[in-house]
């Protein structure tokens, strides 16, 4: 019961999880689709009527252009070229002339086309809303004729930067209103989807010409947008919202230059109508997932439940260091249970024999870590062969350090003292080297002797040397403070270091052997410590050359004759 309860936690929460993240991401990406469909829209408006608005200030500069234009005849022949051109154009088919101050001057049109009713004066707020900088065309109204909507448009004739006359026409939006009715149809399953209203919320361009010049104040659309908005602002939205109670989506972008929008909406369950199929669809799926894993479990949890958790007290031993044998015959079986039950019988024998190895290793580390640094035991531990007598030549940094005054001291302090005051001061000093890079060679009674560059080498070997030198010297003063409260006295350090090449490698016998380096490098390293005087660092000229830019720390001291050497040394101090 437990096995089959596990398997339908397991299996059930996921899916239904996984199938309500499906729904809402289906959800967002539809309810997006949707606002990207309606926005794209009435996008397609915009730019359509943008483009025969153009077309038409186009076609009258053209006629402007005839009418006044030098060299191009009479005036009859002028009225003609224009007649032509208004017999050819698919957005207008008359032209009526205004003077500059608004009086009719006289109307050029098709032949068979009867005379429009135009105004016999301009009015003044036309005239003053198109001033004489402007350039364009300016858009008055709507004006219906015959139950087909056209717009009415005035556009200035200029020449010589002056203007000559005004043009106004009716421009046909036969062409347009198609587009609204085709687009609501086919892309948004209604005709009457799609409507162009004014500052003053009144429809001017619709599918349905019947509708035009009514009232759309009250919309709901524009409470969304915030009802007194001003279209002569640039803005796009996609609201949802109420219409008359009921849910709708739809989109609103502006024409700024007219002060008019692009008014897109349907209602919300048609937009949406494959969401509820989607959801039904993932339910179903849902629970035919649930009986297929319920049924599974029933059949499987006999079979599967006593070497499972036999398994289960297997993975308990090992992970507890009990390396026991898979119990319940589970590695007899021959199917991915006995499979899985070898494994683990085989991981736990491996296991066991590994931390016996590692517990021997460890020990065995450790103990050498007494005696050897890090770094040879670690040498010793990756390559067990380099444990022969021999060695080899590699370019080392040499450092010994003495306690000034060690005969004294021993002589006053009792010898426990001694040792104490030694251990605490080789525990720090072989700290500050091993994290410098370097390894401890040996203790000489009160001396260090450390070396930088094997059993590996590094660029900075020589800089490690002189820093670990310098911070042992300030630890030093340090840890003065604290003997001089505890046993009243005070420890200086002569140093001093070398930079050479040397043979580096094991040294004794095949019973007892050290790690250790030999050569003239060392000799030189102990007479530069040997001539240091108490908290001096004494450093050589081969190890000042590598050092390189961080040799300015170092005072030259002159050439010095060694102990036991003819040539003389060039000496060099570390400041202070």
């Known amino acids: 019961m437990r096995l089959l309860l596990l398997m339908l936690a397991v299996a059930v929460p996921p899916l239904v999880g996984l199938g309500l993240v499906m729904m809402n991401v289906n959800a967002d990406a539809l309810r997006l689709a949707a606002r990207e469909l309606h926005l794209a829209i009435a996008g397609d408006v915009r730019r359509t009527l943008r483009g025969e608005l153009e077309r038409a200030q186009q076609e009258l500069d053209g006629v402007g252009y005839l009418l006044l234009a030098p060299g191009l005849g009479s005036g009859e022949e002028r009225d003609a070229l224009v007649a032509s051109k208004l017999t050819a154009s698919a957005a207008i088919d008359f032209v009526t002339l205004y003077s500059p101050q608004g009086e009719r001057l006289g109307t050029l049109k098709e032949k068979e086309l009867p005379l429009p009713a135009v105004p016999e004066m301009l009015p003044t707020s036309v005239l003053q809303a198109h001033p004489e900088s402007q350039q364009g065309l300016q858009v008055l109204d709507v004006v219906m004729k015959n139950g087909v909507p056209s717009l009415r448009v005035v ?65 709901g659309i524009f409470m969304a947008v915030a009802g007194d908005a001003s279209f002569r602002s640039p803005f796009g939205v996609s609201p949802e919202f109420n219409d008359d109670g009921e849910p709708m989506v739809g989109a609103l972008e502006t024409l700024p230059e007219l002060g008019w929008a692009v008014v897109v909406q349907r209602p919300r369950a048609l937009a949406y109508a494959s969401l509820g199929w989607m959801r039904t669809g993932v339910g179903v799926a849902l629970a035919i997932c649930a009986v297929v894993a319920l049924a599974g479990a029933l059949l499987g949890a006999r079979q599967l439940a006593r070497p499972i958790e036999a398994l289960v007290r297997a993975t308990r031993d090992i992970a507890g260091r009990r390396f026991t044998r898979v119990e319940g015959g589970v590695e007899e079986r021959q199917d991915e249970l006995g499979h899985l039950g070898r494994s683990l019988g085989e991981m736990a024998r491996s296991l066991e024999s590994s931390e016996k190895e590692l517990v021997e290793q460890t020990r065995v580390r450790t103990a050498l870590s007494r005696y050897l640094s890090s770094d040879v035991v670690e040498l010793i531990a990756r390559e067990p062969e380099r444990l022969r007598l021999g060695g080899e030549r590699r370019e080392v940094t040499v450092l010994f350090s003495d306690v000034c005054g060690f005969t004294r001291l021993s002589e006053s302090l009792p010898p426990e003292t001694v040792v104490a005051l030694l251990n605490e001061l080789f525990t720090f000093a072989t700290e500050i080297i091993h994290r410098r890079g370097g390894i401890i060679d040996k203790f000489i009674g009160d001396s260090v002797m450390a070396v930088w560059g094997t059993p590996e080498s590094k660029p900075d070997d020589a800089r490690q040397a002189v820093e670990a030198a310098m911070e042992l010297r300030r630890w030093v003063e340090t840890g003065n403070r604290r003997w001089r409260q505890k046993w009243g006295v005070e420890v200086q350090l002569a140093m001093g270091l070398h930079t050479g090449t040397v043979v580096a490698g094991n040294l004794g016998s095949e019973k007892r052997m050290e790690y250790t380096v030999i050569g003239d490098t060392v000799n030189v390293a102990a007479r530069l410590e040997s001539m240091a005087q108490p908290g001096q660092i004494l450093v050589s000229a081969a190890t000042r050359e590598k050092l390189g830019p961080d040799a300015e720390v170092l005072r030259h001291l002159g050439e010095r004759a060694l102990h036991g050497r003819n040539a003389t040394t060039s000496v060099f101090e570390v400041a202070a």
């Open 155 to 219: 556009q200035r004739a200029r020449k010589d930067g002056a203007t000559q006359a005004l043009l106004l026409t009716h421009l046909r939006l036969e062409p347009l209103l198609e587009q609204l009715r085709t687009l609501g149809e086919d892309r948004l399953g209604s005709r009457n989807a799609i409507s162009v209203v004014n500052d003053a919320r009144q429809v001017v361009l619709h599918a349905d010409p019947a509708r035009i010049g009514t009232s759309r104040k009250e919309h």
